[in-house]
């Protein structure tokens, strides 16, 4: 079991900058695939960010540029790193991990292990 607690959420103004943590806990050392993935109002659930346990990152390619994602495996920690924040990037966000063999894939189907997420609320 793998146990996933995001906070770093907030409201901001549009080209503001949020920095997202996710603290994980359980059989961390299992872990291959970490992801940050978000839900707007209305919206379906959509990837943001992943990154695996060689470091290898992808990005959706609405945040390009403006997002990082990061890991200290030493603190057990995801972080996303949010720079010039548009309304649009109003959500839910939630951080992902999944086991040996899960992959970004695995994780925008839903597998591996959720957090309950972090509200980001970007006004104009």
């Known amino acids: 079991q793998v146990h996933l607690v995001e906070s770093g959420g907030g409201s901001v103004q549009a080209g503001g900058s949020l920095r997202l943590s996710c603290a994980a806990s359980g059989y961390t050392g299992s872990i291959y695939y970490m992801g940050w993935f978000r839900q707007g109002p209305g919206k379906e659930r959509e990837g943001v960010a992943g990154i695996d346990s060689d470091g290898s990152t992808t990005y959706a390619d609405s945040v390009k540029g403006r997002f990082t994602i990061s890991q200290d495996n030493a603190k057990n920690t995801l972080y996303l790193q949010m720079n010039s924040l548009k309304p649009e990037d109003t959500a839910m966000y939630y951080c992902?991990?999944?086991?040996?063999?899960?992959?970004?894939?695995?994780?925008?189907?839903?597998?591996?292990?959720w957090g309950p997420g972090t509200q980001v609320t970007v006004s104009s």
């Open positions: 992902a991990a999944d086991l040996g063999g899960g992959s970004w894939y695995s994780l925008l189907r839903g597998l591996g292990y």
